[in-house]
Structure formats: structure tokens, C-alpha cells
């Protein structure tokens, strides 16, 4: 149950956009994103939780479709501080107060000057 | 706050042996996780705990044990320490339940089992 996420890596140059997808099999009572830099912990950026809720984050936007189960991150005019691998994590128990994050295997994002 | 911290940063283990990775907090989190990292591979949850005296299982915990005395700390303890536990270790904390609630990760501690 291990959410999907798409594409696998990302080769941008300053200025360009990327969407990050992360798809799940089952109802997803949140998604959650994180981005961890080259040799360094994982960072929390944002929750999305159920209600399509589009939230942001300096130029980093993220929505989440309930029906379709999936959420799709925005990364606009990307500057080099971007790079490093996107990770969704989605809840194992749908709107269990204990429900620990499966993670996906992530998405290398790198930008180019 | 210095956040959650890990020690050691690195270490290299024989076959067979023991050790324990430390993990403290110091924002009063009352939920606490441990995570191994392989590459390609995303983080998986070795154990959690909810609170002191409270632990349980995630998704890979053979070869692992967990105890949490206070809320401060949660260390990990591997037995018999075997190639396959050759990975990055995280820890992390959130103030409650991970679902609602961002986590706090350490700098983790890369291990290496030859």
C-alpha cells in the first residue's frame, strides 16, 4: 500500500515548473510532503488533508483529490535550493488518529543553473 | 531547542554484533519514531511509541527493540547485527498523531554492518 509516485527523478533548469504526483490504492484521509536534501534528514513542507485542500509553501503549491486519491506537488520557477528528493506520505489507517505514514520511494528533483 | 538528535553519527559494526542508536527530543513530543532509509527505497518505519512505556511494531522491526522510559528518549537497540541492517537511520518526532501532524526528523546515523 506503499503510495506511487511519479516521475521517478527530474532534471529542471532555474526558472522551470515540475509537478510531483503521488498516487494511492486506497482512501487517503491525508498526504503528507516532505523533501530531503543530499545527506541530510527529511524536512516537512506540508499536510493536505481530505476536502482538496490546496495549501502552500514559498513557491511550492500542493493539492489533494480526495476522489481520485492522489495529490500532485507544484514546484513554480524552481531555484536551485529545490533539489533534493520529494517523498508523499500517506497514512496506513484512512482517518485513524494513530495512523502512522507509509512513504513513497521518492522523487530526485535537481536543478540547473 | 536543539530538536531531536541522534547519536553516533556513523559506525561500523562486525557481524553479529550489538549495539544501540540513541534518540532524544526536547519538545516535549509525545509520539516518536524510528526509520530505516535504504537507497531508492523511501523511509520505513522500523518501531513508534505514543508516549513513555508505550511502544509498538511498524512495518520492518526483525532484528530491532525499542523501549522509551521517558519522552524525552526513545533508543534503538539492534541485536546480532546481520548486512542486511546496513542502512541510514532516522529518528523523529511529532507532537501528536503523525496523520494530523508534521514530524520532526533527526540528522540520522549512517550504519554500516560488515
Known amino acids: 500500500q506503499q503510495p506511487v509516485q511519479s516521475p521517478q527523478a527530474v532534471i529542471l533548469r532555474e526558472g522551470e515548473d515540475a509537478v510531483i504526483n503521488c498516487s494511492s490504492s486506497k482512501a487517503l484521509y491525508s498526504v503528507h510532503w516532505y523533501r530531503q536534501k543530499h545527506g541530510e534528514a527529511p524536512v516537512f513542507l506540508m499536510i493536505?488533508?481530505?476536502?482538496?485542500e490546496q495549501k502552500g509553501h514559498e513557491k511550492i503549491s500542493a493539492s489533494f483529490n480526495e476522489k481520485k486519491q492522489q495529490s500532485s506537488l507544484y514546484l513554480t520557477a524552481s531555484q536551485l535550493s529545490y533539489s533534493g528528493t520529494y517523498f508523499c506520505g500517506t497514512p496506513m489507517n484512512y482517518g485513524g488518529s494513530q495512523g502512522n505514514l507509509i512513504f513513497g520511494k521518492g522523487t530526485k528533483l535537481s536543478v540547473k543553473p | 531547542n536543539a530538536g531531536v538528535t541522534q547519536t553516533p553519527k556513523f559506525r561500523i559494526l562486525k557481524i553479529g554484533q550489538s549495539m544501540t542508536l540513541q534518540c532524544a527530543q526536547d519538545?516535549?513530543?509525545?509520539?516518536m519514531y524510528w526509520y530505516r532509509q535504504d537507497p531508492g527505497m523511501g523511509l520505513k518505519l522500523i518501531y513508534y511509541?505514543?508516549?513513555?512505556?508505550?511502544?509498538d511494531k511498524g512495518e520492518v522491526p526483525n532484528g530491532y527493540n525499542v523501549s522509551r522510559s521517558t519522552t524525552e528518549d526513545f533508543p534503538l537497540r539492534l541485536e546480532l547485527a546481520a548486512p542486511s541492517q546496513t542502512s541510514v537511520y532516522f529518528c523523529?518526532?511529532?507532537?501528536?498523531?503523525?496523520?494530523?501532524?508534521?514530524?520532526?526528523f533527526g540528522p540520522g546515523t549512517r550504519l554500516t554492518v560488515t
Open positions: 523523529a518526532s511529532s507532537r501528536l498523531a503523525v496523520s494530523s501532524y508534521e514530524q520532526y
Open positions: 511509541s505514543v508516549g513513555a512505556g508505550i511502544t
Open positions: 493536505l488533508l481530505k476536502g482538496g
Open positions: 519538545m516535549n513530543h509525545n509520539y
